[in-house]
């Protein structure tokens, strides 16, 4: 079957950094556009970062630029999402998403895209 699979969430303090891995599993992850998304208790899920196919291109929401970084590894067929100086608004569970329609990382939600099942981020003092 088609998944993505993440991992490296956890419990942070204020301040703190997270990497956050997106693994592929049944397609070749640089054949997309790789969004991360997260969402919050009670509140809708959003656009968070998204890297372009041959990964010479980023996007990044306001509220992350300057703190959080995507990149690809090819060969292992990964993207990262490298989180540092974490707030408490960061909180969230995040999602890594390839974009199966090539909308070109608008970070809008819609159909057509490949989910990952989430890794919880908690940051916390």
């Known amino acids: 079957q088609v998944q993505l699979v993440e991992s490296g969430g956890g419990l942070v303090q204020p301040g703190d950094s997270l990497r956050l891995s997106c693994a592929a599993s049944?397609?070749?992850?640089?054949?997309?556009?790789i969004g991360w998304f997260r969402q919050a208790p009670g509140k809708e899920r959003e656009g968070v970062s998204c890297?372009?196919?041959?990964?010479?291109?980023?996007y990044y929401a306001d509220s992350v630029k300057g703190r959080f970084t995507i990149s690809r590894d090819s060969a292992k067929n990964t993207v990262y999402l490298q989180m540092n100086s974490l707030k408490p608004e960061d909180t969230a569970v995040y999602y890594c998403?390839?974009?199966?329609?090539?909308?070109?990382?608008?970070?809008?939600?819609?159909?057509?895209?490949?989910w990952g099942q989430g890794t919880q981020v908690t940051v916390s003092s």
């Open positions: 998403a390839a974009d199966l329609f090539y909308r070109g990382c608008t970070l809008v939600l819609g159909s057509g895209y490949s």
């Open positions: 890297i372009s196919r041959n990964g010479r291109s980023t």
């Open positions: 049944g397609f070749t992850l640089g054949d997309y556009d």
